[in-house]
């Protein structure tokens, strides 16, 4: 899969969120009143630290999904957009 335009490895059963703490970036997405930059936190669906655009489909929660092979991740900017995604 991969992050950004960059590759990132996973292990087989792993979250995307799991695999992205794994690498040595910071933010998954960015706050919508600071734009300061999240990583996962939680890692059980309820802190939405972790929501990235998944094969261009927005708020998805990265803990929550398996990684697998030929994902596009992008980082998830601003606001959860209401009616959009999960």
């Not at 960015?30 to 930059?37: E, K, L, Q, W, Y």
């Not at 309820?46 to 927005?58: M, N, S």
């Amino acid at each position: 899969m991969s992050f950004e335009g960059a590759e990132v490895l996973a292990r087989p059963g792993e979250s995307v969120a799991a695999a992205l703490l794994g690498r040595d970036s910071a933010a998954t997405r960015t706050t919508p009143v600071s734009g300061a930059g999240r990583t996962p936190f939680c890692m059980m669906g309820v802190c939405f630290d972790c929501l990235v655009t998944i094969d261009g489909l927005p708020n998805v929660q990265a803990c929550m999904v398996e990684a697998r092979e030929g994902m596009v991740i992008r980082r998830q900017h601003g606001a959860r957009r209401i009616g959009k995604g999960s």
